[in-house]
């Protein structure tokens, strides 16, 4: 099963250029067409569940604005370093 | 069509990305998916990673990345258009501990600018530069450059690039190549994901060619300009795809020794 | 003191490099080339930075990026390369940080010749370059004069955050003269608190010339002025030969105000009371020192080598007081004491008139 994953999109920052949208290989980004941002962009922002925190979406904005995570997943018995 | 907001998961998460600190909390200028961006942050990214805010010199150009410095956290100074070669030359031979970089489009480095980066690559000048190559001049609004491709329609090409009157697009990255000061100049393209991170490596591999003093280093990055083009970004990232990287190959076109064993 | 017999071109880069110069670009044009040649030697010999450009356009902005990390730095040309290092220069200009050029002046317009001229007086007392600011220009009349300039134009510029231009004419670099060469001073190690250089320890800085708003750009402009006005009280420099009882005053700057002083002292020794005054900062102009001779002399004759450049800053600082006669040579030529002499003696012997052109003469002299 696919890592859950999660973006943070800062909205000061995103143009709503559509790049991470477009190039999302699970498709779960959208741009909020309901919303500006203060310089008046639509901003990308997660619309779907399925996020698995690849990163390329990061990889390809423009403004640095994503922030990734990734689940961490627990283990059984704590690990050793 | 309405769906509902996912919920942020209540496992553990992990950062596993952040906007690099070698570029500052601000908005740019830049047009909406213009690849500078991109390219900012790969810099940036590289810097961290490596470790050297704090002993770097970046040199701003004039075209749509004149204020550059403002959009990293580390010493920046501005360029005459073309000159930056020249400058960072002054600043690099002065300071050659420093990590010097300059940072151009293609009417700064291959139309103006052209004697400045054949001769400091020539000399080896132990600096880096990031040459942005989009096939337009984007700040003056969308005229002809030296990498113009035949046939495109600019605002001072409107017929579309007449080879006969206005000749053919340059290949800077394979007439550096050819000069023995230069240790590391490979093209890229910032066209998709895969690409951005190999144009990433690149980056990384050319400020080790300056760490280790081998010599001039530059990454050409195939880029867009929706604007200019008008299209999108996504349609402007596959024009790139479809109609630069066939007039410029990616590849390694020079690759110093001790940098071909690196793996970054 | 030891004298040494020096040419000029070899005693300037020597005295730069006294004056703790810390790194040179520059390129080969005659007259000048034996200034970037003893660099090319003794630079390296003192560990500091030297390196031949490919070009003046290069040179300049080389400059620009040492004089942005704090450097001492210079660079050395002729005419046809100051013309190309204009917009280098405004760029230094309006970025604020202090450059030191010396032109070795040449017949001109154009490609010229290499022989001798005061040719870029006027390119010069503006900067050559684009837009409000304000060079210091200074001009050595002998080898030792110009030795002297140098060795202070670095902290002259430092001080106001400005470019020095130390302006000879071909002679001057050429000529082999004695010599006193300044103690060698070390290169500064600290670097001004507006350097860039790494941000280590401290926020990142910022060095341009360009201010999108023109609210921004004024307060920059003014602030040029105000260091303008501060050059204009405190850096003029001139030298006054025979005047006290003087009733005709010679004016030249460089090797034309020595020939005229030769000359001048000839006319003295015919009985004719004149002097010389000698402007040895071009910029900041000694406008107020011309203004009082005006006031006091029955004629001034200004004697340069060229069309009568400094003329119309005399004619300027002069206000109409006194009839004023131009000489000069152009193109390379050389006046001559004795040339010098005769035009003293028709400004006494036919005075000029005050609504007199003061080319007229010399034009009808020159031109048959």
């Known amino acids: 099963m696919a890592a859950k994953g999660w973006v943070e999109i800062d909205e000061t920052l995103c143009k709503g250029c559509e790049l991470c949208v477009v190039y999302c290989p699970v498709n779960v980004l959208a741009l909020d067409t309901n919303r500006l941002t203060p310089h008046g962009y639509h901003p990308a922002m997660l619309a779907e569940e399925g996020c698995t925190g690849c990163n390329i979406c990061a990889v390809v904005c423009p403004e640095a604005a994503i922030t990734v995570y990734r689940e961490v997943k627990v283990r059984a018995r704590a690990a050793t370093a | ?264 | 003191m030891t004298r040494e017999l020096l040419k000029g071109n070899v005693a300037m880069a020597e005295a730069a490099i006294r004056a703790g110069l810390d790194a040179y670009f520059g390129y080969p044009i005659t007259p000048q080339s034996e200034l970037l040649e003893w660099m090319s030697k003794r630079m390296p010999e003192e560990g500091r930075t030297f390196l031949q450009a490919e070009s003046e356009v290069a040179a300049i902005n080389m400059v620009y990026g040492a004089a942005c990390t704090g450097a001492r730095v210079m660079t050395s040309t002729s005419g046809p390369g100051i013309s190309l290092m204009a917009e280098g220069i405004s760029y230094i200009a309006g970025t604020e940080v202090p450059a030191v050029i010396v032109d070795v002046m040449r017949g001109g317009p154009g490609l010229g010749n290499i022989a001798p001229s005061q040719g870029d007086y006027r390119q010069v007392i503006h900067g050559a370059g684009h837009g409000d600011f304000f060079p210091l220009v200074l001009a050595p009349a002998s080898v030792q004069e110009a030795v002297d300039l140098i060795s202070e134009a670095f902290d002259l510029a430092e001080k106001y955050r400005t470019i020095v231009f130390v302006v000879a004419d071909g002679s001057i670099g050429q000529m082999m003269e004695p010599v006193s060469l300044p103690e060698p001073r070390p290169p500064r190690r600290e670097r001004p608190d507006w350097a860039v250089g790494g941000a280590e320890g401290r926020p990142a800085r910022r060095l341009t010339s360009l201010y999108l708003k023109p609210e921004v750009e004024e307060e920059v402009n003014l602030r040029l002025v105000q260091r303008w006005r501060e050059m204009e009280a405190n850096e003029i420099r001139y030298r006054e030969y025979y005047l006290d009882d003087a009733e005709y005053v010679v004016l030249g700057f460089g090797t034309a105000g020595r020939v005229a002083l030769s000359a001048v002292r000839a006319a003295r020794a015919r009985g004719i009371k004149v002097g010389l005054f000698r402007p040895v900062s071009l910029r900041p102009f000694p406008t107020r020192a011309i203004h009082d001779l005006a006031a006091r002399s029955k004629a001034f004759l200004v004697v340069e080598m060229n069309g009568g450049q400094m003329l119309d800053d005399v004619q300027a600082a002069a206000q109409g007081q006194v009839p004023i006669r131009f000489y000069g040579r152009m193109g390379g030529m050389v006046p001559f004491p004795d040339e010098v002499l005769a035009e003293i003696e028709a400004l006494v012997a036919e005075p000029p008139t005050p609504a007199e052109d003061p080319r007229a003469r010399w034009l009808a002299h020159m031109v048959h």
């Not at chain 2, 969308?142 to 690039?161: D, E, F, H, K, V």
């Open chain 2, 1 to 264: 069509m309405t769906v509902a907001a996912p919920t942020r998961p209540k496992a553990n998460l992990k950062m596993v990305y952040q906007r690099p600190e070698s570029l500052v909390d601000t908005p740019t200028h830049y047009c909406p998916g213009c690849t500078h961006g991109v390219a900012h942050r790969l810099v940036a990214e590289v810097l961290d990673e490596m470790g050297l805010r704090e002993k770097t010199i970046g040199i701003a150009p004039v075209g749509c990345a004149v204020l550059a410095y403002d959009y990293f956290e580390f010493d920046g100074v501005e360029a005459a258009h073309g000159r930056a070669p020249a400058m960072a030359t002054g600043i690099k031979r002065v300071l050659p501990d420093r990590i010097v970089f300059t940072y151009q489009g293609d009417g700064d480095l291959a139309s103006i600018g052209m004697g400045e980066i054949i001769h400091a690559a020539a000399r080896g000048e132990r600096i880096t530069v990031i040459f942005i190559n989009n096939a337009i001049y984007g700040m003056t609004g969308g005229q002809m450059a030296p990498t113009t491709l035949p046939n495109q329609i600019t605002t001072s090409s409107p017929g579309g690039r007449d080879v006969a009157v206005q000749g053919f697009p340059i290949r800077m990255a394979e007439i550096l190549a050819t000069l023995d000061g230069a240790a590391y100049v490979v093209r890229r393209s910032m066209h998709d994901p895969a690409n951005i991170r190999k144009a990433k490596k690149a980056i990384r591999l050319a400020f080790e060619a300056q760490v280790r003093g081998l010599g001039f280093s530059l990454v050409e990055l195939l880029s867009t300009c929706p604007t200019n083009w008008k299209m999108t970004p996504a349609e402007a990232m596959n024009w790139v795809r479809d109609n630069m990287v066939p007039a410029f190959p990616l590849g390694d076109y020079k690759v110093a020794p001790e940098l071909q064993k690196l793996r970054v």
